[in-house]
């Protein structure tokens, strides 16, 4: 499949801000929608065998211009995506997976072999932490983890096998802001590879691989789609990790669909405007919440704290997730505030319409290893939607009383 840029008119030229460019890129002019259609193959036809030839030559030359001979490797809608992403993460290229979490195994599975070695940060994602931790010690390699308040914990533990450095920032559960810039330091002095996990934040509102990671995650799933009725992921890379990926992909098979991806696009659109909004509601929750006495809440609003020096040295905002330390020496109490909660939906993952809120025990937090938890201290996610600040609010108030 040779997909003419003409025929889905993708506006690279950005217009005058990252906003404008989601409302007008990749109109079909072909077919007088303004949102790409939904291409499904597995075969991809052609003419004759020397288009096929044709295309496949183009593919060589072209790695990333979306000259496809076999359905897996992407349709128009898929590559559509891809684009659009490249763009906004200012990357070489974006891979795309069928979840976010694929683009992490992607990432790991492009760079990491028998013998080598991989330094992640604390509090990561617990499936990412069961990957490195128990799957990966399987095919002899081995994870350490470093104290994303202690950047030496890092660095002491660098040894010759030492092949990349995984961190997902904010922490999951506790919402630490590393130095990204040493991190990233660190690692070119080593030759080591860097991947982030960027999904709290988005390219809206950090972009890794500008900074200098050679690898970026975003789960799909969450604010791209914005309607929590996804699943996807997306692997943004440089030009140095681009071919071990490219490779991986295409033994993996590890491919986003094209009805996903016309849903993930269609979501775009309104990246910024629900952002920002979450944005504005979290703020005004998290003002509600810091006057709270026995919450200490994990978000980057106290602006004489090192978390909040470390987002706003790189971050240009913040989404709608956020943790509470609540103390409390009656755990049931804490279940009875989050059970109490009538506007907060209780389920996994985050980044949709709707607020969600959930109690944090080990299922969730894993087995962190800088994790300082005393007995009384409790940790509860939420994640601000797009209601009404003010009934949010009113929801926690009523439910904080229950709190002892």
Known sequence: MDIALS?????????????????????????????????????????????????????????????????????????????ILTKLEESYHVFLTPTGFGSIFLALFSILRPGDEIIVSDPTYKPTRRLTEDYLKDFNIKTIFYNPHDLKSLKNNITKNTKMIFVENPGSNTFDFQDLKKIISIAKSRKIFTAIDNTWATPYFFKPIKLGFDMSIVSATKYYSGHSDVMGGSLAVNKRAFKKVQLAERISGLRLGPDDA?????????????????????????????????????????????????????????SGLMGLKIKSRNKNSVLKFVNSLKLFGYG???????????????????????????????????????EDPNDLIADLKQALRHLR
């Open 348 to 386: 996994y993952s985050w980044g949709g319409f709707e607020s969600l809120a959930l109690h944090q025990g080990s299922l969730e937090i894993g087995k962190r290893k800088f994790l300082n938890l005393a007995k009384d201290e409790h940790l509860v996610r939420l994640h601000i939607g797009l």
């Open 7 to 83: 025929t889905y008119l993708i506006k690279f030229f950005m217009a005058k801000s990252f906003k404008t460019f989601l409302k007008h890129t990749a109109k079909d002019f072909h077919n007088q929608s303004v949102n790409p259609p939904v291409v499904r193959a597995s075969t991809i036809i052609f003419k004759s065998m020397k288009d096929i030839r044709k295309t496949q030559n183009k593919a060589r030359k072209d790695p990333t211009g979306g000259h496809f001979d076999y359905g897996r490797q992407g349709t128009s809608t898929t590559h559509i995506l891809s684009k």
């Open 262 to 318: 016309y849903l993930i696009t269609r979501g775009l659109r309104t990246l910024d405007v629900r952002l920002d909004k979450h944005q504005e509601n979290a703020k005004k929750v998290s003002a509600f919440l810091s006057k709270n006495k026995k919450v200490k809440l994990l978000y980057p609003y106290k602006k004489n704290s090192q978390n909040y020096r470390m987002w706003k040295k790189y971050y240009s905002g913040a």
